[in-house]
């Protein structure tokens, strides 16, 4: 294809003449178009997708404020403390740069989970969203692979203690877990090691493959089209110019829609920032400000909050609930095969799974701690099925049955009360709630199939429903 500059008067501005240099060397402007600026959105949009666009904007404070950081940090266990301590004294506003990132990593996973929060409210990951679902659910494991390596980087008494108790888990894996937890440390115990490659993996590695998994969940979103909170497809609707009849193109209208929610998310995160940057010990615990010391263990280890609903399982898995697993375990396999019409070779492989799994969990079977883990990462994992597990005929809870939403009242409730008791010291009360709740959490998931198409739904309308302010 030959190459054509457009033709532009002599007497256009500088600005036009400049576009039009980049756009005949580079797609700037129809990558502008095609991603925002004619793209067309649902128009009955409501605050619940702001939190998208807060993401990118957050991840662009961490990226920024984290390449401050790095000029001044030293990644060796024996200066790490000490470096965090000369960003915060002695580097000119480190301190504020400091806070807007540890704030910054707090107020990621409230977005994240809010984003997430939506999407089950909307049905966002129902056909043909399935792909997009599944590229937000990978970044939401980078997104935590990186809050766990650079939590180690302050080198306070939490974070080495956090990243002890974490990396000792992968030991009660069998046959490899030693040599696994020994390979991830780089060392006997956490140590130097440990840090530089965790540094390595904070700073370098996870962004790079977080960056492009936001890349293609916005490349897959855009492709397919937007949800909307009645879950109607507004491409089946049409104008004489192929736009869709209930989509508004997102630039200036959802441009202001995303100018208002930054502007409020910038006060509510200022005011963190400047007035409560440790949030009551929840974004920054006492302990990390008192530098690591191996030979002194605090009395009570626990991670942040934001992996504290998955911890709060991996803690309550006893050798007592293990029965209460192996009873969940047969009486699964007894409903799939009763009420599902799978082949009788799939259903023979789902039961002897399970009976192998059952076996496993026998007092003379695994221990515990193992089977602690593999709830710990099942609880994560378990979120990827969704598109799958959801067999609803409509989409959107607005035209579920009432008590659907109830049972999504109880999931997030449970999810609340396992976060805060993964904050808490141990107690046998404490214990038993966060059993209770972690049965509520894997039932909300792995009964969904049945659930979920179950009651009387109401009528889907043809349009979206749509009140002009």
């Known amino acids: 294809m030959a190459f054509v500059e457009k033709k532009l008067p002599a007497d256009a501005p500088v600005v036009d003449k400049a576009l039009n240099w980049v756009d005949s060397r580079f797609p700037l402007t129809k990558l502008w178009n095609d991603q925002w600026g004619q793209y067309y959105a649902p128009k009955n949009f409501n605050f619940w997708y702001i939190f998208g666009s807060l993401a990118m904007l957050v991840l662009v404070i961490q990226i920024v404020t984290g390449i401050f950081l790095v000029m001044h940090y030293k ?3 024996t200066l790490a403390f000490a470096s965090v301590e000369y960003i915060m004294r002695e ?68 974070s080495y203690w956090g990243a002890q108790v974490i990396v000792n888990l992968f030991g009660a894996i069998p046959f490899i877990g030693p040599d696994l937890s020994l390979w991830i440390r780089g060392d006997y115990v956490v140590s130097d090691a440990t840090l530089n490659r965790f540094f390595s993996f904070h700073v370098i590695a996870i962004p790079l493959v977080l960056l492009g998994l936001v890349a293609a ?7 397919v089209g ?40 910038l006060v509510l995160f200022s005011a963190v920032v400047f007035f409560a940057p440790e949030m009551g010990g929840y974004f920054l615990e006492s302990n990390n400000f008192i530098p690591a010391d191996s030979l002194k263990t605090p009395l009570h280890i626990a991670p942040t909050w934001y992996f504290t609903p998955f911890y ?34 799939v259903k023979a492989a789902i039961a002897a799974l399970g009976l192998l799994i059952i076996i496993g969990m026998m007092p003379f079977g695994l221990e515990a701690k193992f ?4 709830l710990f990462g099942s609880s994560v994992m378990i979120m990827a099925g969704m598109p799958w597990l959801d067999q609803s005929p409509v989409k959107s809870i607005r035209y579920r049955p009432d008590w659907h939403k109830t049972v999504f009242i109880l999931f997030g409730i449970a999810f609340v009360v396992l976060g805060y008791l993964g904050v808490e010291p141990p107690s046998p009360v404490r214990e038993r709630i966060s059993q209770i709740c972690a049965v509520i959490y894997f039932g909300f998931f792995l009964l969904m199939p049945w659930w979920s198409a179950m009651g009387t739904f109401k009528p889907v309308p043809s349009r979206v429903t749509f009140k002009p302010h």
């Open 75 to 77: 990644p060796d266990a």
């Open 217 to 223: 969940h916005l490349i897959a979103l855009h492709e």
């Open 312 to 345: 709060s399982i991996l803690r309550a898995t006893t050798s007592e609930f293990l029965y209460v697993v192996q009873a969940g375990i047969a009486g699964y396999v007894s409903l799939i095969y009763l009420k599902t019409k799978l082949p009788a070779f």
């Open 91 to 158: 580097v000119p506003w480190g301190w504020l740069v400091r806070y807007m990132h540890s704030t910054g990593a707090s107020a990621f996973f409230i977005i994240i989970y809010l984003h997430m929060a939506r999407a089950l409210m909307y049905g966002s990951y129902r056909k043909p969203r399935e792909l997009v679902w599944l590229f937000g659910f990978a970044i939401f494991l980078c997104l935590m692979a990186e809050a766990f390596f650079g939590y180690l980087l302050p080198w306070g008494q939490m």
């Open 371 to 374: 089977w602690g883990v593999v």
């Open 226 to 265: 937007s949800n909307n909170p009645d879950g109607i497809e507004i491409k089946d609707n049409l104008d004489a110019d192929g736009h869709p009849l209930d989509g508004i193109p997102s630039h200036p209208y959802y441009s202001v829609h995303d100018i208002f929610g930054v502007t409020v998310f």
